[in-house]
């Protein structure tokens, strides 16, 4: 894989619809007795249904009055403390973080010498302080051994209005560029933007700056936590060539496939719930069937669509 832009679940934000669970850590070849699970209850988001999971269209504050929900934190095993419980819903940062290691790994093995990673990761807010999530999972994938070239702002216009009173909006998100080499494939020109200033060269322009101005996206669909189609443009056209196989792991309903095909690139999309109960196949079969109709191919687009856990990674991989 040359390019793997993606944006997995924040820790503690959003509950997602089907089956997300998994079993993390611990010994193999332990039976596992788990304890007693924990569960917190839940402010939802503007885009949740009542229960969790989300609506099938965004909500208004009036309408999200009473439905905080009860979501779990998982259980830990009695005997080896393996956990098992939804990725972004770990008891404790520390465990999020360790988790998004792990997966950040399987990238890594997978990822071509020159390849680049896009890791969009959001912060939180705990006893009125931030969590600072992004610099843990920083600092943490560069000990574990990834190159960490650049933090971009993705500045967001059109933000969510907030009703604090003692701080500003948030109006930002954070993406982590990783690469597995200190050399890596590189287009600049493929980032290059108007310049404002002196700065520019013969054609007006200067080198892409690492702040991204793009406002949410508003995807008509059961699934709301979706970035918008510039962001995984921007990845791709930069770090990418027209063939190269282009991933995403938290793939939902394939955003970051249909901008593949859109510029030639191969791609592979992953996610915990493709097929299940509030899975994201047909939504995400929808999109590609329509890129394929406005570019004129006769070619039927085979997605792979079955649940997976991010050891399959490796194998889905090898297939192209």
Known sequence: MQ??????????????????????????????????ERKIRQSPQRDHAKGGGFAQTRGTEAARSGMAFEASLGSLCVICSAWKGAYGFEPNVGLYVSHTVEILREIRRVLTPDGVAFWN??????????????????????????????????LKPDAMPRSVKDRPTDAHERILMLTKSARYYWDPEALREPAKTKDC??????????????????????????????????CILAASRPGDIVADVFAGTGTTGKVAMEHDRRCILLDRNYSGEGGYEILARGRFKNVLLEHGSQHEANLLARDISFSDLEADASRD
């Open 3 to 36: 390019c793997v832009p993606t944006s997995p679940p924040y820790w503690n934000q959003r509950k997602y619809g089907g089956k997300q669970e998994d079993g993390w850590g611990g010994s193999p070849v332990c039976v596992h007795q788990w304890g007693v």
């Open 201 to 234: 060269g013969p054609d007006g322009k200067r080198n892409g700056r690492n702040i991204w101005e793009m406002n949410v996206s508003r995807f008509e669909g059961a699934h709301f936590a979706t970035f918008p189609e510039e962001l995984p443009r921007h």
């Open 121 to 154: 990761v959001g912060d939180k807010y705990v006893n009125k302080s931030l969590v600072l999530v992004p610099d843990r999972v920083a600092i943490a994938a560069k000990e574990d051994g990834w190159f960490v070239r650049s933090e971009i702002i993705w």
